[in-house]
């Protein structure tokens, strides 16, 4: 079974030898297609597995912005610029496909406080973690507290998604990521722009806006995983370059959030007047996040909210 990953400090090692090519509009997209397999469809739910402490505030951070996604809460957020008018980007490569649309709901929480696994865990921990959850139109998100060591985290990855298979008789097929928390173990590579970067010009980080380095960190990731797995869960959907190290529909553009964006500025953003907060989406519960720029099937750039 595959495993793509996004790697912010991958773009930021390459992209500061030369700042003049500051657009996304110098990457070629050209090869960026569709590989005749299943895009995630039907009516889906987000597990979270919390593998390690997340206090309360922390959770919601990221349960919220699940909610945000949910077509059922999608009126509590009308007002633009949204996490579901984000998503649409998203939604634009079923239309292309004209297939079955994908509708994302809440699932399950499932805890794991005592480090059921250790603090030093291997891809096949993260898959075994993930079959915890559920295995039938289910996404299993594994989220790793900010003490515990990942393979390849912040050497080569920020998080991973893939696809496991259950232990039933009919062997179910399921969807996943991991995602760590990089707060205490490299916040310049995999929180960044709310934290100065590790390469190049040592820039004032933002704020974050849910004033949680880590968290707000997790949940860009978060989010530039769901539109990957969506778009290409096993492997075989959209994406460009190698299969087994694939620039799909978030991590094709890595590092932009704003209009004017470049590798190492995260572009034109908004600000909250009382916190100096930046953010670019508005979620339920009053919440703000800072999302990805997605690749646009229909433009082939990448898009923004604003």
Not at 124 to 153: C, P, W
Not at 169 to 183: L, Q
Request: hydrophobic share 35%.
């Amino acid at each position: 079974m595959g495993s793509n990953v996004i790697g912010y400090f991958l773009l930021f090692a390459v992209a500061f030898v030369c700042l003049d090519a500051r657009t996304e509009k110098t990457q070629d997209y050209t090869s960026f297609h569709y590989h005749k397999g299943a895009l995630l469809n039907g009516d889906v739910s987000i597990n979270l597995i919390w593998y390690g402490k997340f206090k309360p505030s922390q959770r919601a951070i990221v349960t919220d912005f699940v909610a945000s996604l949910t077509s059922s809460r999608r009126s509590t957020v009308a007002q633009n610029p949204s996490v579901s008018r984000w998503w649409k980007t998203v939604e634009k490569y079923y239309h292309v496909r004209k297939t079955r649309g994908l509708t994302l709901s809440l699932g399950k929480h499932i805890f794991d406080k005592d480090y059921s696994m250790g603090k030093s865990l291997t891809e096949r921990n993260i898959i075994a973690l993930a079959a915890k959850g559920g295995q039938s139109y289910a996404v299993n998100v594994v989220l790793t507290s900010a003490d515990v060591v990942v393979q390849g985290f912040c050497m080569n990855r920020c998080g991973s998604h893939g696809s496991g298979f259950g232990s039933g008789k009919k062997r179910t097929r399921f969807a996943y990521i991991w995602v760590g928390n990089s707060e205490k173990q490299c916040p310049g590579l995999c929180a960044w722009p709310f934290h100065a970067p590790v390469y190049g010009p040592k820039s004032s980080p933002l704020v974050a806006p849910n004033n949680d380095l880590g968290l707000d960190g997790m949940v860009i990731n978060l989010a530039s995983l769901l539109a990957a797995t969506a778009t290409n869960p096993f492997g075989d959907g959209y994406y460009q370059g190698d299969k087994n190290a694939p620039l799909e529909a978030g991590s094709a553009c890595t590092g932009l959030f704003g209009k004017g964006s470049y590798p190492g500025y995260a572009g034109e953003l908004l600000v909250d007047a009382t916190t100096g907060a930046s953010y670019n989406a508005k979620g339920v519960n009053g919440r703000k996040y800072l999302l990805p720029a997605l690749f646009d099937l229909k433009t082939s750039a990448c898009s923004t909210l604003f």
